[in-house]
T-cell receptor, first 117, second 113 residues
Framework: AAGVIQSPRHLIKEKRETATLKCYPIPRHDTVYWYQQGPGQDPQFLISFYEKMQSDKGSIPDRFSAQQFSDYHSELNMSSLELGDSALYFC????????????????FGPGTRLTVL | GQQLNQSPQSMFIQEGEDVSMNCTSSSIFNTWLWYKQDPGEGPVLLIALYKAGELTSNGRLTAQFGITRKDSFLNISASIPSDVGIYFCAGLPLTGTASKLTFGTGTRLQVTL
């Protein structure tokens, strides 16, 4: 079965540079979520989009922005990178409905490992 | 942010043993999810629970949605070496709102031969 696709899988940047992470949800999934996971921690929610509109916002720094496009893929833009931004970034998607009900059950991608030097 | 209380934090078991872990919350959740995560990889959904009292199996895995909606457990029977990893519970407070997941603190499982 198709899964969430994230690119790139690995990214190395210098401090103060910018980075763009991409996420392609599972087909027919209309909602996308972004999470950040530091070493030894559980994933922390950043932001979500439903039908191309921002739906919920978590602990996302002002230096970060994201959007969802008409084909439902999403991009997370990160500017003025700091050492503390080094982490795994996951995208998850959820389907429109399950047995006629919206569930928001989230399926995660393989992640992008961002290293800021 | 808010976290679910997940226990145990880590487990060392022998191959063939059964494993049990649980999550508790002070808040009510309408959906409980269990994920397994290998190092450097994304969480993989194991079981999804949508109804209080629901008991669901997926192969050697069984999970239950607590009747109070404030807890859930996951059992793994006859563990094998590939069960090694970190298991996270996660809860969703509402459905239909693109809600963020609230994660448990994780249970690190190590299986010895």
């Amino acid at each position: 079965a198709a899964g969430v696709i994230q690119s790139p899988r690995h990214l190395i940047k210098e401090k103060r540079e910018t980075a763009t992470l991409k996420c392609y949800p599972i087909p027919r999934h209309d909602t996308v979520y972004w999470y950040q996971q530091g070493p030894g921690q559980d994933p922390q929610f950043l932001i979500s989009f439903y039908e191309k509109m921002q739906s919920d916002k978590g602990s996302i720094p002002d230096r970060f922005s994201a959007q969802q496009f008409s084909d439902y893929h999403s991009e997370l833009n990160m500017s003025s990178l700091e050492l503390g931004d080094s982490a795994l970034y996951f995208c998850a998607s959820s389907p429109e409905n399950y047995r006629g009900l919206r569930t928001d059950t989230q399926y995660f991608g393989p992640g992008t490992r961002l290293t800021v030097l | 942010g808010q976290q679910l209380n997940q226990s145990p934090q880590s487990m060392f078991i022998q191959e063939g043993e059964d494993v049990s872990m649980n999550c508790t919350s002070s808040s009510i959740f309408n959906t409980w999810l269990w994920y397994k995560q290998d190092p450097g990889e994304g969480p993989v959904l194991l079981i999804a629970l949508y109804k209080a009292g629901e008991l669901t199996s997926n192969g050697r895995l069984t999970a239950q949605f607590g009747i109070t909606r404030k807890d859930s457990f996951l059992n793994i029977s006859a563990s094998i070496p590939s069960d090694v990893g970190i298991y996270f519970c996660a809860g969703l407070p509402l459905t239909g709102t693109a809600s963020k997941l609230t994660f448990g603190t994780g249970t690190r499982l190590q299986v010895t031969l």
